[in-house]
């Protein structure tokens, strides 16, 4: 069996943007944000550039990108490419993972969140940063703290916005009330994982994000490079790919055996439909009311070609019952799932047992050992 052929539509006039407001904020973005954590590493400078002015020619200029993406080399990038234009951009970065050596060089602490901030403004080479969201949930930091010192940073003219990503739904709520009480803006955007085959987001992350009025920024919406179906079921994955590069998070995550099994099922579709299977799979997220913008990160200009063509695809709701009948509502592809990145918090055994990042840990090492060996 081999991958499925993407299919070539005949060229066409691409669909102006649209624009939205993210959350409750006066900020509008368009419904394809570029991400570009790919940039300095899989895909050199020159590249890097050509996407991002392809990309603001056409009216996408909400950019994202984070500190820990290629060790700062991609911010480093990204500052060179819309230099000259910086204000034409929205530019989102992120802290919270590793800087590093050393307990204070991470997490949320005011310490580091100041000194994270700093260092990105250098690295992008602007004074004022549109977006500064927490890069994920550090579980027994205190948000309060974390809090004042992002609004400190925005009273200093340093980051107009702030938004959270990887949250839980009850983060959510904290951040929001806790903006409330500090007498702060509220985040105006949540970055939550979201795609065919994980749809976790619909039960909490979305709904919250929602009700305390942030906008949704969703990221991975392929399931990193899964959902265009170059992976073939029961082979091993090509040298070139993601995966075939022994990429760390892929092995640990979306490179499943179900959701391979969905990818191929899923690119038939398309190519029934005369589109990649890329451009099906992020149509799907952006046929979400839920979803502000999707955050879309090509390797090379062919790829981010593919995603603007989503935006022009009527997606219809055989298309919608089609997914549905693979991955219901809410649900994930492969049963007992769960991201060693983000462990579930909720079991805290008296006797026996172990840390829960450890356990989810070692599940993921199995199945990648299983994968590659």
């Known amino acids: 069996m081999t991958a499925h052929a993407i299919p070539q539509p005949p060229a066409k006039p691409v669909t102006p943007p649209d624009y939205r407001y993210l959350g409750k904020s006066g900020l509008k973005v368009p419904r394809l944000a570029l991400g570009t954590m790919m940039f300095g590493g899989p895909t050199d400078e020159a590249t890097s550039h050509r996407i991002i002015h392809k990309a603001k020619e056409k009216g996408f200029f909400f950019l994202d990108t984070a500190d ?5 080399r991609t911010e480093e990038i990204v500052g060179r490419a819309v230099k000259g234009d910086r204000d034409a951009y929205v530019l989102a970065t992120k802290f919270a993972n590793p800087g590093g050596a050393g307990p ?9 969140i100041i000194e994270a901030a700093e260092a990105s403004l250098r690295r992008l080479g602007t004074d004022y940063i549109d977006i500064l969201y927490f890069h994920r949930a550090i579980f027994d930091a205190p948000l309060g703290e974390a809090v004042r010192a992002v609004a400190d940073l925005v009273r200093a003219g340093k980051v107009r916005y702030f938004g959270v990503s990887n949250f839980r739904g009850w983060r959510i709520a904290e951040v929001a009330h806790l903006a409330d009480e500090f007498g702060i803006d509220r985040p105006v955007a949540s970055q939550p994982l979201y795609n065919i085959v994980d749809r976790t987001a619909e039960v909490e992350q979305l709904p919250a994000a929602h009700h305390y009025g942030l906008g949704v920024v969703t990221y991975s919406p392929l399931a990193r ?17 993601r995966a075939g590069r022994g990429d760390r998070r892929i092995l640990e995550t979306e490179w499943r055996s179900e959701s391979i099994d969905i990818a191929e099922a899923i690119a038939r579709h398309a190519a029934e439909a005369g589109i990649p299977a890329a451009t099906f799979a992020l149509s799907w997220v952006l046929n979400n009311s839920l979803v502000t913008s999707a955050i879309a990160g090509p390797r090379t200009e062919a790829h981010w070609d593919d995603y603007v063509a989503a935006l022009d695809y009527g997606f219809s709701a055989a298309d919608e019952a089609l997914v549905a009948s693979l991955v219901p509502d809410g649900h994930v592809s492969t049963k007992f799932y769960t991201d060693p990145s983000h462990p579930v918090e909720g079991r805290v055994p008296h006797t026996g047992g172990s840390d829960a990042a450890a356990r989810v840990q070692e599940r993921a090492e199995a199945r990648v050992a299983t994968r590659v060996g």
Not at 225 to 241: E, I, Q, R
Request: charged share 15%.
């Open 104 to 112: 204070n060089r991470q997490g949320i602490s005011r310490k580091w």
């Open 225 to 241: 490079g899964v959902l265009t179906g170059k992976y073939v079921p029961g082979a091993a994955p090509a040298a070139d790919s």
């Open 68 to 72: 820990a993406y290629q060790n700062g």
